[in-house]
């Protein structure tokens, strides 16, 4: 009997332990912000300077030592080392760096990566020089007040859909993890896997997609994570 193929979704909640805010908890980031300012290609367009403030601030953080992996990002990590090739994908909706510092190889964000910048002029993707203003250049094009967040906004076409779908597609088990289930496509993978595969959601309490999983553990992801992969 083969290992199981397994998709894995994380979201905020994740992140959580490690000291990064949620977006939907009362102390949430879309408690102090919100969206149709920051997180949309019009806010952008509308008033950079407040976006790209918005993300400078949320990227220093990925910056302060006291930022890290917590047990289960390492736990994740773990798992993906120890599973046969090409039985495991980690999909993350989280812009954070934390599953990549953890050691996670096989991992997708499909919302992007805060600690990246993408060029408005000729599509590169770069490393993000700290904070991102009117004179950061391009290192590719050498462009300068060309760079934007690479993170994926509200109406914007998420990142490695087809790769997300195929692992979908074949898998025999997702789990879900530190998400609310409210943000679109990831919210909808459940539905796509459930008649066909296992499914179980992770997550600190009741998501809105939680009577669609086969079993929900609720509690802290640095308890129920490791839990699960050991
Ligand atoms: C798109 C990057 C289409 C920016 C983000 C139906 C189908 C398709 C689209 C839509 C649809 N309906 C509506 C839409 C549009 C929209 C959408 O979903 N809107 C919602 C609000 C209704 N979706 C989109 O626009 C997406 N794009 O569909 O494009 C398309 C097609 C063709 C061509 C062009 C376009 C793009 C969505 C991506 C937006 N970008 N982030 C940034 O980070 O600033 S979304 C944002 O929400 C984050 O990425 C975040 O990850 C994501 C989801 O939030 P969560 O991670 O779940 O965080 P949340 O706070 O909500 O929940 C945390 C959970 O953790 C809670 O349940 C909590 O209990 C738990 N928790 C807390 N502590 C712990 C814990 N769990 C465990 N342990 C703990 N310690």
New binding site residues.
């Given amino acids: 009997m083969a290992p199981p193929k397994i998709v894995i979704l ?5 992140s ?2 490690s000291g990064l ?5 009362p102390d ?3 408690a102090r912000h919100r ?1 149709e300012e ?2 949309t290609p019009e806010a952008f367009a509308r008033n950079p300077a407040l976006v790209q403030g ?2 400078n601030a ?1 990227r220093a953080q990925l910056r302060d030592p006291a930022i890290r992996p917590n047990a ?1 990002h390492d736990a994740l990590a773990e798992l993906d080392a120890s599973w046969p090739e090409g039985r495991f994908l980690l999909v ?4 954070d760096d934390l599953h990549d510092r953890a050691g996670s190889r096989r991992l997708l964000h ?3 990566e ?1 600690a990246k910048a993408r060029c408005l002029r000729c599509a590169a993707i770069s490393p993000a020089p700290g904070d991102l203003t009117p004179e950061s250049a391009c290192p590719e094009c050498g462009g300068t007040g060309t760079l934007r ?1 690479h ?8 990142i490695g859909m087809e790769r997300i779908e195929a692992a979908l597609a074949e898998c025999d088990l997702f789990v879900s ?12 993978f459940v539905r796509e896997v459930r008649h066909r595969a296992d499914t179980l959601e ?7 997609g939680s009577h669609l999983f086969d079993e929900a553990r609720h ?4 308890q ?1 994570v490791p839990a699960f992969v050991r």
Avoid: C, K
């Fill in positions: 994380t979201g905020a909640g994740i959580r332990e805010h949620t977006f939907r908890d949430g980031i879309w969206i920051v997180a918005f993300y949320r289960a993350t909706q989280n812009v499909m919302h992007g805060l967040p993170v994926v906004w509200f109406g914007e076409m998420p993890i530190g998400t609310s289930g409210a943000v679109y496509p990831a919210a909808g992770l997550n600190l309490e009741p998501s809105e509690g802290p992801a640095t129920l």
